[in-house]
């Protein structure tokens, strides 16, 4: 009698287990990973339409929920944020990449699409006294502790992603 039981409750674990699986929160499985994509001589910014390449400072990449394979590129991290800020967009992007400034200088001539790092991730620096495209920018790190050093040479406040708004592009 138990040798029965024991197959009945294996059984109906083997059944309903797949079904179980089946109807758990899959979101971080289904997250997809995009690489970065090479920023050319003849990229312009999807915000304002300048030629990306040519001006110093972090760039920015999103990529879109909907476009997955489509990236929107950007001539500095401050319109990279300005264009995600918008609340039809920040709910429609599945992947933002910056320029990780702690491994690549800061000249236009320097642009390298090895140091692209998740821009959620990252630490950045409004209020610098260093220029990107548009005027400041913000400088992103991978490493907090380069954000803060780099304040403490070219002034500003170091910020998490989840820290800027508006306000701060201002």
Same mark, same amino acid.
């Given at each position: ?67 997955? !394979? #489509? ?5 500095? @991290?401050?319109?990279? /944020? =300005?264009?995600?800020? +918008?609340? *039809? ?39 610098? !006294? #260093? ?5 400041? @920018?913000?400088?992103? /790190? =991978?490493?907090?502790? +380069?954000? *803060? ?22």
């Amino acid at each position: 009698m138990k040798q029965y039981k024991l197959l009945a409750l294996i059984t109906a674990l083997t059944l309903t287990t797949p079904l179980v699986m089946s109807c758990s929160d899959n979101s971080d499985q289904q997250k997809v990973i995009h690489q970065a994509v090479a920023m050319e001589s003849s990229d312009e910014c999807h915000l304002c339409g300048m030629l990306i390449t040519r001006f110093d400072g972090p760039k920015g990449e999103v990529f879109r929920k909907e476009q997955d !394979d #489509k990236v929107f590129k950007f001539c500095s @991290t401050q319109d990279m /944020f =300005s264009y995600y800020l +918008d609340p *039809e967009n920040t709910r429609n992007v599945a992947q933002m990449l910056v320029h990780d400034m702690s491994k690549m200088p800061w000249g236009s001539d320097s642009i390298n699409d090895k140091y692209f790092i998740d821009a959620k991730t990252a630490w950045y620096v409004a209020g610098s !006294d #260093k220029m990107g495209a548009m005027g400041r @920018t913000l400088a992103s /790190f =991978s490493q907090k502790a +380069d954000a *803060e050093a780099f304040a403490k040479e070219f002034g500003g406040q170091v910020n998490s992603f989840e820290d800027i708004n508006l306000n701060t592009l201002m």
